[in-house]
């Protein structure tokens, strides 16, 4: 009895094999209907896919994937937390963002040596994080104010904050003619790691950071208390309140670990590739964490494989420019992805107690002394 | 009485017939072959043990549940229904075991959700609704205010909103999942009068019950109900409540006499001057008294309560549903903030505690509304063990989670509740009614608590099942448990209380002996016709 949005969100879990084979099936249906979108438009799906693939699995592409995964997956991650307990965390993206500037500006500004200052970079940015989503958590528990619409609302005033901030007389810094947060020492880079052979380019060492993120986000939830009461409370409030939750700590507890993990997600970029917040920092990575988590329906490994996905699909998508096929395919891809996930995952549902049910009646059939209901 | 069974003219044809229905769930038969015949304008009751497979029929009928097998018949035409929808197309209508009402809805709302009435084609008609409303409320006495918000009803008036919403949908043929359960005598009878005059408009009604004189008073027939197949029709002339029960489970109707007292004089919980204003009033001055409250027109919900019980003393407290007790039970428990008194447990002030804190002293609770209160119903019956206990042994190590350990409690409890389930790791919301109700007993009765709140504990489960949630009591009772007893079954309440009490208006308007008082003197002290025995 189970509701639509229930499944659609993982708060109803599929055991064993079924975990897998709903998105599975879901990336098929895609393709399908990527196939017949590009038919329509006069392409060849089979090439097109092809050399997606073939694009997709060379050495410095395989770097560019899980360098974008692993910030998807934090975004995710971030966004998840919130989800399973009912709360719509739509503010990720201007908590990273805000996170990301001042946590650049600290680093720039040198105060430590060294990977102490990545350290320090890294605990500010979550801090920020924290602080910004905890604005919408104090305004729900406190007025009754609905997490969306703050969210959506800070997220309006983070962008004016950053740009407000980044400008020369406050945190900004002009070269040439573009403007950004002081550079951030050498000595605090974030060490790659030449994971894959055959290309001289390094995988962002934050995806060590995502693992151990998305370990914690697992255990944290499934291993603990804490978990369970936020569980708790994304299945029945009155339920969990009846059981002695704190359902407003949860409230403020569960937005403010979402907003230090969306903290994270503009680490692997400042801290591997840009050593600088500018202009030109990657927005909107928090609606692509809202998609991830969807795909994954909360569940890490599920989301590992979203972001891994999504990552294919967007570094991938210049080689569809080389067969002359819009790159814009890819994002009708994503949006396909996402639909039939949902939809696979109502088909694996219902296909789950029809087979429950012959197996039940199997059963039944085989002995017939049992007597009826508890079987 | 006797001649309460109305009997119409013979009909030609039944209005509804099922002929070899089937319904197979992961792990259980529901129903297996069930065969069922119900006379037009007949009251057609329904009967059997918790997980019998009573509600899940009558889901098929109403089109909620669709049949692995079988055939429905209304009026004599085969139907087939793929939603309730399809099934309200065809004058039926469901009144659900577990209630189905939006609470931040008003009556009027609620009621026409989904059916709107519409003023040229657009506008909802609110005042065409609320007279419609009006005239069936008034026609079969229901006494409904269509603009009340939901949330503000008791359980009594959400069932007859329920049943309003039903005949507003034009039903011809209406189903109860066990509508008295949640009654108190008197509204029983209401209850029944207003069935009786449907009936006598040409309505059938089917309706589950697990109390079985009420049964043999209303019905026209009934038909048993034993794990999943149809085992018996009976004419109610023709058997005894006892013949019935045996029909159901083979054993006798239990009692739920208490023996000797354990009463000791030990003090467990103390409520002095408990009051609790209405909500709406504004700020209301915190520690304010009673009499100075309503000195400035605040309405109360609890008016200066105070009462002792004992360690191994049953309190009962009597009172038609909506008298406070909800309001009550919530104050006890700390879900609900309260605006003067002190509540104190075993000499400790816990008036400022969290209900986490309370339940860690040694506070069982057993909710009114199992749904809302109780359980996660999308959760396995071994996370339902944790709920409720998220601090405790064997549930948690530390911050810990003991899977392991919760686990295995699920499955005594399971064993020692005699909770009907293909496992433990099924959902919550797979067992039936009462079985989900047992599992709630056997969890709150876990970790020695030193008070129970029990709020109607015996509420939907069978006869048999309900004199073995009655053995666990008084065990517990006799090994120093105090428990403060809620229930709309009068005999419950006579039969395990040491000590009485009558709620009315917010107010503890009486004690009364439960020694020597009846159930009707009861009945009518609850509603404030006598002067509480
Ligand atoms: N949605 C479901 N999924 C799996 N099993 C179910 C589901 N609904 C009911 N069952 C099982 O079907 C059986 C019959 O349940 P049903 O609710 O019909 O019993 P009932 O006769 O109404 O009992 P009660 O008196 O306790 O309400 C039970 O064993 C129950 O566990
Ligand atoms: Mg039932």
Redesign the interface.
């Given at each position: 009895?189970?509701t639509f949005l229930?499944r659609v969100f993982g708060?109803?879990g599929f055991g064993g094999v079924m975990a897998l084979v709903a998105p599975a099936l879901a990336v098929v249906f895609a393709a399908l209907v990527t196939s017949v979108v590009l038919l329509i438009a006069g392409h060849p799906p089979v090439e097109a896919f092809t050399s997606l693939v073939e694009y997709g699995s060379q050495p410095r592409v395989l770097v560019l994937i899980l360098n974008l995964a692993t910030t998807y997956f934090l975004s995710a991650v971030a966004v998840a937390v919130g989800f399973r307990m009912n709360l719509f965390n739509i503010g990720v993206d201007g908590q990273y963002r805000l996170a990301a500037l001042i946590a650049a500006s600290v680093g720039g500004a040198a105060l430590v040596p060294g990977p102490l200052n990545i350290v320090l970079v890294v605990l500010v940015a979550m801090l920020v994080g924290a602080l910004w989503a905890s604005i919408a958590a104090v305004l729900k528990v406190t007025r009754g104010v609905s997490e969306v619409i703050s969210t959506i609302m800070l997220n309006a005033i983070a962008t004016g904050l950053t740009g407000w901030l980044l400008t020369a007389d406050r945190l900004g810094v002009l070269s040439g003619n573009a403007i950004g947060t002081p550079p951030i020492p050498e000595d605090a880079h974030m060490p790659g790691m030449a994971l894959i052979p055959g290309t001289p380019m390094k995988v962002n060492g934050f995806l060590i950071v995502a693992i151990i993120v998305g370990i914690g986000y697992a255990v944290l939830l499934?291993?603990?208390?804490?978990?369970?009461?936020l569980?708790?409370t994304g299945?029945?409030e009155?339920?969990a309140?009846?059981?002695?939750?704190?359902v407003k700590r949860m409230v403020v507890a569960a937005m403010v670990i979402s907003g230090a993990s969306a903290g994270l997600i503009g680490m692997p970029e400042l801290l591997g590739s840009s050593f600088e917040y500018s202009l030109n920092f990657p927005t909107g990575l928090g609606f692509t964490g809202i998609a991830i988590a969807l795909l994954g329906r909360n569940n890490a490994v599920g989301m590992a494989v979203g972001a891994l996905l999504w990552g294919f699909l967007d570094s991938s998508s210049d080689a569809l420019q080389l067969m002359e096929i819009s790159k814009e395919l890819v994002d009708i891809m994503k949006g396909v992805i996402v639909l039939s996930v949902i939809i696979a995952y109502e088909l694996v549902h219902r296909y789950r107690?029809v087979a429950?049910?012959r197996?039940?009646?199997r059963e039944?059939a085989a002995p017939a002394e049992t007597?009826?209901?508890?079987? | 009485m006797g001649e309460a069974a109305i009997t119409t003219a013979i009909a030609t044809e039944p209005a509804v017939e099922l002929k070899g229905i089937t319904k197979r769930f992961p792990g259980v038969v529901a129903n297996r072959d069930i065969r069922l015949s119900v006379a037009k304008g007949h009251i057609h009751a329904i009967v059997g043990e918790n997980g019998a497979g009573k509600s899940t029929l009558m889901k098929i009928l109403y089109g909620m549940q669709r049949p692995d097998e079988g055939e429905i018949r209304i009026d004599g035409a085969a139907v087939s229904f793929h939603t309730p929808g399809d099934a309200i197309a065809a004058g039926i209508g469901m009144v659900h075991q577990h209630f189905m009402l939006a609470d931040n809805f008003t009556v009027l709302e609620n009621v026409i959700l989904g059916s709107e009435p519409r003023k040229g084609g657009l506008a909802v008609d609110f005042a065409a609704a609320r007279r419609k409303i009006k005239e069936i409320s008034d026609a079969y006495g229901l006494g409904v205010e269509p603009d009340a918000l939901v949330e503000d009803l008791g359980v009594g008036d959400r069932q007859r909103v329920e049943i309003l919403k039903v005949l507003y949908r034009g039903a011809r043929i209406l189903i109860l999942d066990e509508p008295t359960a949640v009654l108190v005598p008197h509204e029983v009878d209401e209850l029944f009068d207003n069935l009786r005059v449907l009936v006598r408009e040409g309505l059938t009604i089917l309706f589950i019950s697990h109390k079985l004189d009420e049964v043999l008073k209303v019905a026209d027939a009934i038909t048993v109900i034993r794990r999943g197949t149809t085992v018996a029709s009976v004419e109610p002339r023709e058997v005894t409540a006892r013949k019935l029960a045996e029909l159901m489970v083979g054993s006798e109707l239990p009692s739920p006499e208490t023996r000797e007292s354990t009463v000791t004089d030990v003090v467990t919980l103390e409520v002095s001057g408990l009051t609790m204003a209405a909500s709406g009033h504004g700020p209301v001055q915190k520690g304010a008294t009673a009499d100075q409250l309503k000195a400035e027109g605040v309405r109360l919900l609890l008016d200066d309560i105070s009462f002792t019980i004992h360690k191994g003393e049953v309190l009962g407290v009597a009172g038609v549903e909506g008298n406070g007790q909800a309001e009550l039970v919530e104050a006890i428990m700390g879900m609900r903030p309260i605006t003067a008194g002190t509540i104190s447990l075993g000499g400790a002030d816990i008036t400022g505690w969290s209900t986490l804190k309370r339940r860690e002293g040694g506070i069982g609770f057993i909710p009114e509304d199992r749904h809302r209160h109780g359980l996660l119903l999308e959760a396995p019956l071994w996370e339902n063990r944790v709920l409720g206990h998220q601090t405790r042994e064997p549930n948690v190590k530390g911050i810990w989670i003991d899977r392991a350990g919760a686990r295995k409690d699920t499955q005594r409890i399971v064993e020692e509740y005699d909770v009907r389930t293909p496992g433990i790791d099924v959902d919550a919301a797979a067992l039936s009614g009462g079985n989900q109700q047992k599992l709630i007993v056997g969890r709150e009765m876990s970790g020695e608590p030193v008070l129970l709140i029990a709020s109607h504990p015996t509420r939907g489960v069978d006869v048999g099942a309900q004199a073995a949630i009655w053995d666990h009591l008084r065990n517990a009772r006799a090994a120093g448990l105090a428990v403060l007893l809620i229930s709309a079954d009068l005999d419950e309440l006579i039969g395990l209380s040491d000590s009485l009490k009558v709620i009315l208006r917010g107010r503890i308007v009486g004690d009364v002996d439960p020694g020597s008082v009846t159930p009707e003197q009861l009945g009518s002290a609850m509603t404030g016709a006598g002067e509480g025995a």
């Open positions: 009895m189970s229930d708060r109803v499934n291993r603990t208390r804490f978990g369970f009461n569980r708790a299945r029945s009155p339920a309140v009846a059981s002695g939750v704190n107690i429950a049910q197996k039940v009646s039944l007597e009826g209901a508890a079987a | -």
